[in-house]
């Protein structure tokens, strides 16, 4: 991966906060919020400076930004903004932090303060009470909506972040395939634990969420709960492994099915679908083609079989595991496939008695067409 520089990285994350501002000066809004902490995480935080967790943001439409850090000393190291705060000089309020900031500021051109949608209904009416010299809204699709669909499409740093991601989770899909056909994987836990330590020896933050490790018993689930267990991994018939690992706050997202001794007709078949409907889907996933044609096109592969997907084609991914869009058979056709576009491209069949099945990798939308940036796989033992 390219090695940013500090300069780089700051001028990345201003350009994000400018944006933000552009659209609050042509909505004729003064003032947005953000508030991260365990009630609700905010992925805008880190995506607007690059802090990871539990603060306020506040931007005004000048452009001039100011983070709140319950860690302030992190928060030095890894973050960028015109100007921090401790959050302990508020007493760790984010109703008094949001009050004294906005308090006889000279950033914002009117009154007027975006508050985040995800607020309880209590503390809306905190901060409605806390703000009363402002004009507080509160609405689905305001600036909080109009970031998502920003993160929607990736620039060349977060491309570059899911790429290394992507890297690193094949390099550990490679070595599980040695290890099982090595006999040193055994179980659910035995594969799960050894990606978890090697997407730390490999530089990654954490799992892009909770592996999900499913022998031949449990691989009907579309996620198996729990997780993963003792259970024997990969057993006769079919298997599941989805996981993914966060690299500079970006994940991967793929799922392997492994396919051990010999199957049944039934389960050759459920595969033979399964690889169908991703070779053929992938072909779609390319600019200005409809999100929902893709969608539909696996409906209609397996419907030809009887048979039908419990869950979507795929989904965005970037700071979250899910992200906008969804590629799925409800969109509108209007909601079309953009260059930038990170989305997995995921079918899958699961039955109680053949067991399940998924083939997912993540797919970069191009000028010209797509890049797969995963190799996850159907293996064969």
């Known amino acids: 991966m390219k090695n940013y520089t500090q300069d780089e990285l700051k001028q990345i994350y201003k350009n994000r906060v400018n944006r933000v501002a552009d659209w609050l000066t042509q909505n004729d809004i003064g003032t947005a919020v953000f508030i991260d902490n365990e009630e609700h995480r905010e992925p805008s935080l ?158 990654c933050e954490r799992a892009g969420f909770d592996t999900l490790a499913a022998g031949p018993s449990r691989s009907f689930a579309i996620h198996a709960f729990p997780g993963y267990t003792s259970a024997a991994w990969p057993g006769e018939g079919l298997s599941i492994l989805d996981f993914g690992v966060v690299y500079n706050g970006y994940t991967s997202d793929t799922t392997v099915t492994v396919a051990k001794g010999k199957l049944s007709a039934e389960q050759e078949e459920q595969l033979s679908l399964v690889e169908k409907a991703y070779n053929e889907c992938l072909k779609l996933y390319k600019p200005g083609a409809s999100i929902k044609a893709a969608a539909d096109k696996a409906d209609k592969i397996f419907a030809a079989a009887k048979r039908k997907m419990p869950h979507t084609l795929g989904h965005g991914i970037g700071l979250e595991i899910h992200e906008y869009p969804r590629v799925s058979s409800r969109n509108d056709e209007k909601l079309l496939f953009q260059p930038g576009m990170i989305l997995t491209c995921e079918p899958g069949l699961y039955d109680e008695t053949l067991g399940g099945c998924r083939w997912e990798n993540d797919v970069l939308i191009t000028e010209t067409g797509n890049e797969v940036l995963s190799n996850s796989r159907i293996i064969r033992v």
């Not at 620039?155 to 989770?169: N, Q, V």
Request: proline letters at 3%; one cysteine or more; aromatic letters at 6%.
């Open 46 to 203: 880190r995506y607007l400076t690059g802090h990871t967790s539990d603060a306020v943001l506040i931007i005004f439409s000048d452009g001039y930004d100011v983070l709140i850090p319950w860690d302030e000393i992190l928060a030095k190291k890894i973050s960028v903004s015109s100007k921090m705060i401790p959050f302990t000089k508020y007493k760790n309020s984010d109703i008094n932090t949001v009050k004294a900031v906005l308090k006889n500021n000279t950033h914002a051109k009117n009154m007027k303060v975006e508050l985040p949608p995800y607020l309880t209904y209590p503390k809306f009416l905190k901060l409605v009470d806390a703000l009363n010299e402002n004009d507080c809204l509160c609405r689905e699709n305001g600036i909080h909506q109009f970031i998502t669909e920003c993160r929607m499409v990736k620039d060349e740093y977060e491309i570059e972040c899911t790429k290394e991601a992507c890297r690193i989770g094949d390099k550990i899909i490679d070595k599980i395939e040695k290890q099982i056909k090595s006999g040193k994987i055994k179980t659910e836990m035995d594969v799960s634990l050894l990606i978890e330590k090697e997407l730390r020896l490999n530089g």
